[in-house]
């Protein structure tokens, strides 16, 4: 009997089963691995930056914070990049650890890492969507409500202990739903690895006992033996394979649940702040509107703006070159202003917005008030909502994205084990999560941070500054 004929079958065998083990990235998706690595480590240098820029400027140093009413809200300027730069360490040994496995295959530890991603990615997620939810105006304060002073927020709907806990539960249920799966997945990876070193291990002796071409009676019993266990191993990597794909399957459709969740309250409560902010804006509009505008830009584009200091609030340098590109006079400035994103401190929505001067009980209240205090009042209210806008759209873009690759796995798109294999299902979900962070939500809001941190705080109006200007715009 010819030796080659006898190892071209297990040999041939060897080859596929090989191919179903081992990820097959082509150079396209190796390349875009390291191309996300560089960008994970640059937004992570963001954040580190605005963090620590953050706290050498003597601004608030606390992470979460319970206010007079007894709500629990978390410091956004401090908390978003502490957890930016866990997720950054977490994800680059993800990274470097995908691209190591890929000559061979993915390992457990490279799993408990992508894990650990998703744990913080939803972490990042849910602090900024509580801030939104605690910017929330008081539910006294409606559009048509009457509004009444108050010291603090009142959201006598909702209990503080409540809140609180609904809050930081948040925190825990996508790792309590999504662990065990996790856990499963982990275990069955680590097993696979297992099954597959015991899998070499008789096929190598299966091709040495053939080589030997000794057709002995006892060398036939030892081929049996061995190809019981090779079949034996097959099975059982077969099996771990279709569980470790329904556990990842099921993960997929709970990420399904938390992520819509997520979703349908960053929609919420943007469409409350929103709803609050721009009932004021309109109202300030139809104000504007009646104490001619015209002769108001052109009073406030002939002040002597050099006298002001570079963060005044609310026209700081940035808006007043904006204002003279667009020629402020033009009322295409006022229509363009709301959806400029404010690159700046001191446009963060919070809950002590709503007992600002900014708002007023009804129109005639507003029309009191001069033509520079309406406007500032105006282009102060604009950049709340801007804000708010572009981060709570990016949020929710974020999310779909999430959405649509999580409903991908869940319907099999990829068909696998049929038209793709396991491993790189592992490798089409890394890199779909990192391209979502790192040329998304990650990058931006890491580049946003990091202006926002260096820019200056915004200084209050100085209202003797202010008389004095208009007056001189009188005699002119």
């Not at 059982?236 to 997520?262: A, P």
Request: hydrophobic residues 45%; glycine residues 4%; charged residues 15%.
């Amino acid at each position: 009997m010819d030796v080659h004929a006898a190892q071209a079958p297990w040999e041939t065998l060897h080859q596929f089963v090989s191919q179903q083990i081992h990820p097959s990235p082509n150079s396209t998706m190796r390349i875009l691995l390291v191309v996300m690595t560089a960008i994970s480590a640059l937004i992570g240098l963001l954040y580190l930056t605005s963090g620590i820029r953050h706290l050498t400027q003597g601004r608030s140093s606390w992470l979460y914070e319970r206010d007079s009413e007894g709500y629990i809200h978390p410091n956004t300027n401090l908390i978003m990049p502490i957890w930016a730069c866990v997720y950054t360490i977490s994800n680059l040994l993800a990274l470097i650890s995908l691209q190591i496995d890929l000559s061979t295959f993915i390992k457990w530890h490279t799993i408990v890492l992508h894990f650990a991603t998703i744990f913080i990615i939803f972490s990042f997620g849910w602090t900024k969507i509580w801030c939104f939810s605690y910017a929330m105006p008081p539910s006294i304060f409606r559009p048509g409500a009457h509004h009444e002073p108050s010291n603090g927020p009142t959201r006598g709907r909702v209990h503080p202990t409540f809140y609180n806990m609904c809050s930081m539960a948040m925190y825990f249920i996508p790792f309590a739903l999504i662990a065990p799966f996790a856990i499963s997945i982990v275990q069955n990876i680590h097993e696979i690895e297992r099954s597959w070193e015991k899998y070499n291990i008789a096929h190598g002796l299966m091709i040495r006992t053939i080589s030997q071409s000794n057709n002995s009676t006892n060398l036939l019993q030892i081929q049996k033996t061995i190809e019981k266990e090779i079949w034996k191993q097959l099975n059982h990597l077969q099996e771990l394979r279709d569980d470790t794909l329904l556990h990842i399957r099921y993960t997929s459709g709970i990420c399904i649940v938390i992520e819509t969740l997520f979703a349908i309250i960053a929609f919420i409560s943007t469409w409350i702040i929103m709803r609050a902010l721009w009932s004021q804006v309109r109202t300030l509009r139809e104000c504007v509107t009646l104490s001619t505008p015209d002769e108001h830009y052109n009073k406030i584009s002939k002040m002597n703006l050099n006298e002001y200091p570079p963060s005044i609030h609310p026209f700081n340098e940035r808006h007043l070159s904006l204002s003279k590109s667009l020629k402020i006079d033009s009322p295409k400035f006022k229509k363009f202003l709301p959806w400029v994103p404010p690159l700046c401190s001191g446009t963060e929505v919070t809950n002590s917005i709503w007992n600002s001067n900014l708002f007023e009980e009804n129109k005639e209240d507003y029309q009191k008030l001069d033509e520079f205090t309406i406007h500032s009042k105006y282009i102060s209210l604009s950049r709340y909502a801007s804000n708010i806008l572009w981060q709570s759209s990016l949020i929710v873009l974020v999310e779909i994205s999430y959405l649509i690759l999580n409903i991908c796995v869940v319907l099999n798109v990829w068909h696998v084990p049929r038209q793709h294999h396991l491993s790189d299902l592992s490798v089409i979900l890394m890199v779909w999560s990192n391209g979502v962070w790192n040329c998304g939500l990650g990058l931006i809001l890491g580049i946003f941070s990091c202006i926002v941190a260096f820019s200056p705080l915004p200084e209050p109006l100085d209202n003797s500054l202010i008389l004095k200007n208009l007056s001189n715009v009188k005699d002119v």
